[in-house]
């Protein structure tokens, strides 16, 4: 592993010149996966704090050994989804007494799916500052790579964060039911033990198409844009893909072309060219999975007399 040593300076450099006011909580984004998408007004902050509160004191210590940051066990503070009403009390104290208090989730951006939300809420209703720390977060993250503008759709805007979906299966089905007709992006969050559970009921979406992010900026990251329909075969064809952490956008309604044009483009094209060149260039066209157009091709080369 690299030393951070150089970043920690640089830290100092770019940052120290600011103002960190004291009786305030600082909600630092900390990475997904990769060490080195931390900022360097994050590894600031955390050098200077007085005290970190966080999912893991296990995990944050680690992260911040990584950093090259040395802090005493009685400067991290646990504050997960089981204690967060009891230990924001005591970052109230904290910050009451005119310390500088920082938040840090397992990974990503506080507050979003993760714990930290109720500790904000007391914080600003007990009338105290907070200051987010921008930076890595799987949500931002998948929807960046998901590209959402297609030619039939090439203003798409705005998204729907679900997070994770029930666990129970009829609840699981029923809100993927009302996510059906959602005309913008909806971004979906799962573990590895759940996945299968959710592709299969997402499956019923048929040719909605869906971008898969796993264990995103890791070394096993990988991106695949497929329909619903097409994703728990995709997850079956190699073990490997059921782990890691997942996040996904399931695509705007709109972003699909009409079966009636898709099958159109492919007839038009497939008189003139090979079937590979030719789903290919579908594939560009529509913005339809590329798999689902080489099915469809395959079946009209099939009914031509």
């Known amino acids: 592993m690299g030393t951070f040593a150089t970043a920690l300076q640089a830290a100092q450099d770019a940052a120290s010149a600011q103002d960190y006011p004291a009786a305030t909580l600082y909600v630092v984004a900390t990475p997904i996966g990769n060490l080195a998408d931390i900022t360097l007004r994050a590894l ?27 802090k005493p066990a009685r400067q991290l503070l646990a504050l997960h989804q089981h204690n967060e009403a009891q230990a924001a009390a005591s970052v109230l104290a904290h910050l009451q007494q005119g310390a500088r208090v920082a938040y840090v989730s397992d990974a990503g951006t506080p507050a979003i799916s993760d714990p930290g939300a109720r500790l904000v809420a007391a914080v600003t209703q007990a009338g105290l500052r907070v200051l987010p720390l921008p930076g890595a977060s799987s949500v931002t993250t998948v929807l960046s790579v998901a590209g959402l503008a297609t030619p039939t759709a090439p203003d798409a805007q705005g998204f729907v964060f679900a997070g994770f979906l029930p666990s129970k299966a009829s609840e699981r089905a029923a809100a993927v039911q009302a996510l059906a007709n959602e005309a913008r992006a909806v971004v979906l969050l799962e573990a590895p033990h759940r996945i299968e559970a959710l592709a299969l009921a997402l499956a019923p979406l048929g040719q909605r198409a869906l971008t898969v ?37 399931l695509h705007p309604v709109g972003a699909t072309a009409q079966p009636a044009v898709q099958t159109r483009v492919l007839q038009l094209l497939l008189a003139e060219l090979p079937l590979k060149t030719a789903v290919k260039l579908a594939a560009e066209i529509t913005g339809e999975p590329r798999n689902a157009l080489y099915q469809q091709a395959l079946k009209l080369q099939s009914e031509q007399p």
């Open 44 to 70: 600031y902050v955390l050098q200077r704090v007085d005290l970190i509160a966080c999912e893991d004191t296990r995990h944050t210590q680690a992260l911040l050994r990584a950093y090259g940051i040395d």
């Open 213 to 249: 992010g796993r264990e995103l900026t890791k070394q096993f990251e990988d991106v695949k844009t497929l329909t619903a329909a097409d994703f728990l075969p995709w997850l079956e064809q190699d073990s490997h893909r059921t782990r890691g952490e997942f996040a996904l956008v």
